[in-house]
């Protein structure tokens, strides 16, 4: 049959003698160059989205999976039993790590939008039980809570990834990581999820961030609960000039800060456990599931690199004083016995401002609610302040 016969019948939408088909192809590229342009790059830009979500899903579950398995009895036995030259006896943990299991089975990928920055958060638990939004720790992730929130059963747990860190976006070109921001950001992660009122978890800077946002928005957290952490590091008004000059200087070679790479994921692994408090490696492997991205060479770190510049404005501790004495809400602290920070009197000193405050102390490290050895005392202390009259 022929194009001109196809087309009549219409098999096909136009014929053109082979002589004119250069020219008619250069007319429809010409077309298209000169055409919606616009739309063209806002439809790319929105099914590239909401790839992106589906992708962050699969590899937030594949990458936990991996994690998990690593940390599996089964794991370890394996591994002794080839050093020991023996054959393995595989099953003998499979009842002790069904709840791990089933950690990864009731997670949630979410994806929300704030100021133009999209921010990611990992969910646990039923939708329809009280909210708890969990925040992390200065360059962590919400993976931070991967031990701690599938055993609070009776709760829905939101660990938000905040800018800069895990699966969420970085800050606009050019703008620093302002503390307070985050504040922001927690409302606007309770807004978007229609949380009138939630209970408010938080770690370390996540504690802090914790502290602020309550306090300014007190009607709407029904109780708080800090982890090794009380707000955030203070200075005297005299130091203001030094820090100011100390983060414009930071600024200046901003666009020369350079990520490590590392050649596999074991190193990263490796050195997350020995940064600043040092943790498990098998608490490291948790955060690195959403802290690591592939790169050319290898791995790198999700986490912006300027959220290691210096701040250019800290509250003084009068400043703080007043947030704590605005946290009207039963708050509970959780400070661990063999945490870098444990000598500090800052964390007592500030909770006895605070009008509400349990305070207790739990063997472990400052990441206690993430080790595997003590994150169930933790979950014991949560539990008795949530279920408790106070």
């Known amino acids: 049959m022929s194009a001109t016969k196809a087309e009549q019948i219409g098999l096909i939408n136009h014929a053109l003698p082979a002589e004119e088909l250069d020219a008619a192809v250069d007319a429809f590229c010409e077309k298209m160059l000169n055409g919606a342009t616009k739309a063209i790059r806002w439809t790319k830009f929105l099914v ?3 790839l ?9 579950t594949g990458l936990a ?3 998990l398995s690593a940390h599996s009895g089964d794991h370890r036995e394996g591994v002794q039993a080839l050093q020991e030259r023996r054959q393995p006896e595989f099953g003998k943990h499979r009842d002790q790590e069904k709840d791990q299991q089933d950690r990864i089975m009731l997670t949630e990928d979410i994806r929300i939008d704030v100021a133009g920055v999209e921010l990611a958060a990992k969910q646990w638990g039923d939708p329809d039980k009280p909210a708890i939004i969990a925040l992390h720790g200065w360059l962590d992730n919400a ?3 991967d031990m701690l929130a599938p055993a ?14 895990g699966f969420s976006g970085a800050r606009p070109a050019g703008c620093r990581y302002h503390m307070l921001d985050n504040v922001d950001d927690v409302i606007g992660l309770a807004d978007a999820l229609d949380l009138e009122q939630f209970i408010l978890m938080g770690h370390s800077m996540g504690a802090g961030i914790a502290t602020y946002t309550a306090a300014s928005y007190p009607e709407r957290v029904a109780r708080l609960i800090l982890i090794e952490g009380i707000g955030t590091v203070a200075n005297t008004p005299a130091e203001a000039p030094r820090i100011l000059r100390s983060a414009v200087e930071d600024m200046k070679k901003a666009h020369a800060k350079r990520k490590p790479v590392y050649e596999t994921r074991e190193e990263a692994i490796e050195a997350r456990s020995q940064a600043i408090g040092g943790i498990s490696v098998e608490a ?7 802290g690591l991205e592939p790169v050319e060479s290898g791995v790198t770190w999700r986490s912006d690199p300027r959220l290691k510049m210096n701040s250019a404005l800290r509250l003084t501790e009068e400043m703080i004083a007043g947030f704590l004495q605005a946290l009207t809400m039963p708050t509970l602290l959780i400070r661990g016995e063999d945490s870098f920070v444990a000598g500090s009197p800052t964390l007592q000193e500030r ?3 605070m009008p509400d ?5 739990l063997p472990g490290n400052h990441h206690l609610h993430l080790e595997a050895d003590s994150y169930q005392a933790v979950v014991a202390a949560i539990q008795e302040f949530l279920t408790g009259d106070s």
Not at 53 to 60: K, N
Not at 152 to 165: E, K, M, N, P, W
Not at 284 to 290: F, Y
Request: hydrophobic fraction near 40%; charge should be positive; glycine fraction near 8%.
């Open 48 to 50: 590239n989205l909401e």
């Open 52 to 60: 992106k979500r589906i992708v962050h899903s699969v590899l937030d």
């Open 65 to 67: 999976y991996e994690g």
């Open 143 to 145: 993976a931070s809570y």
């Open 152 to 165: 609070l059963t009776d709760y829905r747990v939101i660990g938000l990834d905040f800018a800069g860190h």
């Open 284 to 290: 490291a492997r948790i955060l690195c599931q959403r």
């Open 351 to 353: 909770a006895g401002k």
């Open 357 to 361: 405050c349990q305070v207790v102390s």
